[in-house]
């Protein structure tokens, strides 16, 4: 294993690189890092493979540039291009998760000669809606608090949860998992609060006394050191490139993945709540819901007892669905 700085696109990528053979890089979602990826690496690695399991630019020990611009898909697409070619390979397959997914999946809409496969966590690709996502939140939750909206403005969510980071990510992780999600009505992630829409995120949030059985104090310690230290300034930008997205992916309308691609979901993972009001039934209504966005849909899975932080909660599961789709592309 080895830590490395990576120069591209004119800023500087963390990543944990392991292993030797072709090349994978993990792209993790929001609030999470490289570290995420822990109960992956070594699998992946094992199995032949140069893994780099990188922190997004705006977290961790990457970059953090200020500008909201600096935070959209082009700009993050292109980060991974460059890793690529900075470790001397000409292609690569990516694996996101969350904000992973749309990261990994429109880098590879734009490069299909390097991206040669694409696995995706938690999020699936959807084709361009006629109207940007956060103004179809803005009008689905006119009337309640919804997360992404209380984004938005700079400066206002960061001066919430930079007070106590801890708070902000035992509350997110353990609402949100499993657990959470059948014992807590009113979770961070929740499609349906009934909080208004002036509320914080935090506000009316329940929480537990315990820890769940995938993540311990001293892991929880080392993501509060790395968004302790880091901010929360670029995570959040993220969800403020809808628009400027938006545009930029305008060329991409209609376009469906071409690569050999697989996707799994939790079971009880909200997004799936966003898409369809009771989530989906089973697997096979998963594909048949996202399926039409891909040419080459290799494997779906929906995983049963497993929450938004699926590749933590099921490891085993998350990597044998990994290593399957993997042993069908090469």
Known sequence: MQMKMIKTNGINIRAHIEGSG?????VHGCPESWYSWRKQIG???????????????GYGGSDKPHAVSEYSLKKLADDIIGIIHELNFKTAILIGRDWGGPIVWHTALLNEDTITAVAGLSVPYFRRLNVTPIELF????????????????EGVAEKELE???????ETT?????????NDIKNAVFSASSNKSPESK?????????SYPDWINKEEMDYLVGEFESSGLRGPLNRYRNYELDFKDMEHLA????????????GSHDPVNFFILPNGYKDSNDLRVNIEPQYENLVDV????????WVQEEKPKEVNDFLLKFLSKVN
């Open 301 to 308: 899975v929906l995983l049963d007892g497993a929450g938004h």
């Open 138 to 153: 803005k009008q689905i939750y006119k009337d309640k608090f919804f997360y992404q909206i209380y984004f938005q403005d």
């Open 163 to 169: 007070a106590d980071i801890r708070k902000y990510l």
């Open 22 to 26: 072709p090349l994978i890089i993990l």
């Open 201 to 209: 995120l935090l506000d009316d949030i329940n929480s537990f006394d």
């Open 173 to 181: 992780y353990f609402t949100a998992d499993y657990r959470g999600m």
């Open 254 to 265: 209609g376009k469906k993945i071409s690569q050999p691609s697989a996707f799994l979901a």
């Open 43 to 57: 699998s992946l690695a094992n199995a032949g493979y140069t893994v780099a399991a990188i922190d997004v630019r």
